[in-house]
């Protein structure tokens, strides 16, 4: 028989939130104590002025759940004794004899990621590729990075990997950016570059920008955790691999329930690995592959709001106004004007979702002069009105604005990239 609980259990959740895989997990713990409590839940993210809980049983823990980021932590988790779910500890501490043996542990599945990440942009037909770890080569990214150069090996092409900051002073963010465009520069192009993180791939999108590196023509950017808060600030925005990390912290939830009850004696491990790739416009080559096309975009995406017109766009790709639009029509299969508009409607989408802004407001917001206009290209466009958008009525999921890719499908390592 199961053990019972006659009082509420106690559960200490431990998550630096800044990380998005680690904001689902912590909401799939949640969830768990929602649906099976009631449960006593106490939230550690390790903040420098926030409240500490060392002393975890004179505090009345009967469980632990997270990840133990400092050796404050692991010793307090340690001594306390209790019941512990551990999210990607230190390997030297899970030995057979090692403190955490009876523990139950969490793992991302680094080489599967590694692997997604290389099956994806070999996908796009690159035929160059580069690999840029975490800054401290943590062995998680390592791992990662390592299983991304392998299928890149089976496949017969070389992959350059950015190398680890060996002097403490090269960790600062300005050093490493100088370090980081001095390394892309060099590298061969068009390239396709996988980063550890999301956070790795903006600071590479951002060092590409700086080296006067096109993205995505010359060089396609890739990202892990799909933080919606840092691939859709990018410009362009980043292309990340998902994690299924909600479900993933719900289990382990359960795996932390089955050990307060004393219904398991071998926790063992619960490994969870990528979901999909999500594709956004740094790894979208499909259409964008003229450089006057490139600056046009950038510069309409830049000032569209700001009440430019076809005659502004023009002065500043410095061509013939009948060559913009040739290549527009050609390449994106619309004209310079709608290139605009679309950007502005894509302005207001975001601002009717994210917003409880009025009609008004988000029209003159838009750079339109009247809302009947603005409410007929959004019709026009999205097939729905503005009211009914806002209201969830036109069958748009969670994932609005961000594109899944489809399957991959493989190409001839020799192809030319399109």
Same mark, same amino acid.
């Given at each position: 028989m199961r053990r019972v609980f006659r009082? /509420?259990?106690?559960?200490?959740?431990i998550f630096y939130s800044s990380f998005k895989v680690v904001r689902d997990l912590r909401r799939g713990i949640l969830k768990y104590a929602r649906q099976h409590g009631p449960w006593g839940i106490h939230l550690i993210e390790g903040r420098p002025n926030e409240q500490k809980l060392l002393r975890l049983k004179e505090w009345g823990c009967t469980g632990i759940i997270g990840r133990l980021y400092t050796p404050e932590l692991i010793q307090a988790v340690i001594s306390a004794k209790l019941p512990t779910v /551990?999210?990607?500890?230190?390997?030297? @501490?899970?030995?057979?004899?090692?403190?955490?043996?009876?523990?139950?542990?969490?793992r991302s599945d680094s080489p599967a990621i590694g692997r997604m990440a290389a099956e994806y942009l070999l996908s796009l037909n690159f035929t160059h590729f580069a690999?840029?770890?975490? /800054?401290? *080569?943590?062995?998680?990214?390592?791992s990662r990075g390592n299983a991304f150069r392998a299928v890149l090996r089976k496949e017969g092409v070389d992959c350059s990997v950015y190398p680890t900051a060996t002097f403490k002073k090269d960790r600062d963010a300005s050093a490493d950016r100088r370090r980081l465009c001095d390394w892309l520069l060099n590298l061969p192009k068009p390239v396709a570059l996988f980063g550890a993180t999301d956070t790795r791939g903006r600071q590479v999108i951002d060092a590409c920008r700086?080296? *006067?590196?096109?993205?995505?023509?010359?060089?396609?950017? @890739?990202?892990?955790?799909?933080?919606?808060? /840092?691939?859709?600030?990018c410009t362009p925005a980043l292309s990340s691999i998902a994690f299924e990390a909600e479900r993933v912290g719900y289990e382990g939830m359960l795996l932390l329930d089955q050990l307060m009850r004393g219904s398991v004696r071998k926790p063992g491990t619960i490994t969870y690995g990528p979901g999909s790739v999500?594709?956004?416009?740094?790894?979208?080559?499909?259409h964008i592959t003229d450089i006057v096309i490139s600056r046009a975009r950038e510069?309409?995406?830049?000032?569209?709001?700001? *009440?430019i017109g076809v005659s502004d766009v023009v002065r500043e790709i410095k061509v013939s106004r009948r060559l913009a639009e040739l290549k527009f029509r050609q390449i994106l299969g619309h004209t310079i004007l709608e290139e605009i508009q679309l950007k502005k409607l894509e302005h207001a989408r975001m601002m009717l979702k994210e917003t409880l802004r009025s009609i008004a407001e988000i029209t003159a917001?838009?750079?339109?002069?009247?809302?009947?206009? @603005?409410g007929v290209l959004f019709r026009r466009h999205y097939g729905c009105t503005m009211s009914e958008y806002r209201a969830g009525k036109d069958g748009r999921d969670q994932g609005d604005g961000a594109r899944t890719s489809p399957p991959f499908r493989r190409r001839s390592v020799g192809d030319p990239v399109l």
């Amino acid at each position: 028989m199961r053990r019972v609980f006659r009082t /509420i259990p106690q559960v200490v959740v431990i998550f630096y939130s800044s990380f998005k895989v680690v904001r689902d997990l912590r909401r799939g713990i949640l969830k768990y104590a929602r649906q099976h409590g009631p449960w006593g839940i106490h939230l550690i993210e390790g903040r420098p002025n926030e409240q500490k809980l060392l002393r975890l049983k004179e505090w009345g823990c009967t469980g632990i759940i997270g990840r133990l980021y400092t050796p404050e932590l692991i010793q307090a988790v340690i001594s306390a004794k209790l019941p512990t779910v /551990i999210f990607e500890p230190p390997a030297e @501490l899970c030995r057979p004899a090692g403190p955490f043996s009876k523990c139950g542990l969490i793992r991302s599945d680094s080489p599967a990621i590694g692997r997604m990440a290389a099956e994806y942009l070999l996908s796009l037909n690159f035929t160059h590729f580069a690999y840029v770890g975490d /800054i401290h *080569g943590s062995e998680w990214s390592v791992s990662r990075g390592n299983a991304f150069r392998a299928v890149l090996r089976k496949e017969g092409v070389d992959c350059s990997v950015y190398p680890t900051a060996t002097f403490k002073k090269d960790r600062d963010a300005s050093a490493d950016r100088r370090r980081l465009c001095d390394w892309l520069l060099n590298l061969p192009k068009p390239v396709a570059l996988f980063g550890a993180t999301d956070t790795r791939g903006r600071q590479v999108i951002d060092a590409c920008r700086l080296a *006067g590196i096109n993205v995505p023509q010359e060089a396609a950017v @890739l990202g892990v955790d799909n933080d919606e808060d /840092i691939c859709e600030t990018c410009t362009p925005a980043l292309s990340s691999i998902a994690f299924e990390a909600e479900r993933v912290g719900y289990e382990g939830m359960l795996l932390l329930d089955q050990l307060m009850r004393g219904s398991v004696r071998k926790p063992g491990t619960i490994t969870y690995g990528p979901g999909s790739v999500i594709g956004r416009q740094s790894t979208d080559i499909s259409h964008i592959t003229d450089i006057v096309i490139s600056r046009a975009r950038e510069f309409i995406a830049l000032n569209a709001r700001a *009440g430019i017109g076809v005659s502004d766009v023009v002065r500043e790709i410095k061509v013939s106004r009948r060559l913009a639009e040739l290549k527009f029509r050609q390449i994106l299969g619309h004209t310079i004007l709608e290139e605009i508009q679309l950007k502005k409607l894509e302005h207001a989408r975001m601002m009717l979702k994210e917003t409880l802004r009025s009609i008004a407001e988000i029209t003159a917001s838009c750079g339109f002069e009247t809302a009947t206009h @603005l409410g007929v290209l959004f019709r026009r466009h999205y097939g729905c009105t503005m009211s009914e958008y806002r209201a969830g009525k036109d069958g748009r999921d969670q994932g609005d604005g961000a594109r899944t890719s489809p399957p991959f499908r493989r190409r001839s390592v020799g192809d030319p990239v399109l």
